[in-house]
């Protein structure tokens, strides 16, 4: 299996910036996309960021040109820069990992979640 473990988030001002991390670990063979999703009260949970083994990115629309998803494959972590941050970005955001294991099943795994909170 696959433990994904977030960094915390935290409490930022309104035009600030917060960098969030994830670290991967087990007994994975491969870990193939990772990604941001994220909830905020009563909305549905979406797809931030995502970014694939090569390095291929995608982002919603709302995020772009703000946020910015890395992955250090020799480590086997994933990260996101956010900057310019709204208060609409407040949300518990989760790290995801698309992984493929020793035994040839490939699901996608969650973090624990972590509170971001924009306000003044």
């Known amino acids: 299996q696959v433990q994904l473990v977030e960094s915390r988030g935290g409490l930022v001002q309104p035009g600030g910036s917060l960098r969030l991390s994830c670290a991967a670990s087990?007994?994975?063979?491969?870990?193939?996309?990772m990604g941001w999703y994220r909830q905020a009260p009563g909305k549905q949970r979406e797809l931030v960021a995502s970014?694939?083994?090569?390095?291929?990115?995608d982002y919603e629309d709302s995020v772009k040109g703000r946020f910015t998803v890395s992955r250090d494959n020799a480590k086997n972590m994933v990260y996101l820069q956010m900057n310019s941050l709204k208060p609409e970005d407040s949300a518990v955001y989760y790290c995801n990992a698309d992984s493929t294991l020793a035994n040839g099943s490939r699901n996608k795994y969650w973090g624990q979640g972590t509170q971001v909170t924009v306000s003044s």
């Open positions: 970014i694939t083994r090569s390095g291929t990115t």
């Open positions: 087990g007994r994975f063979f491969v870990i193939n996309t």
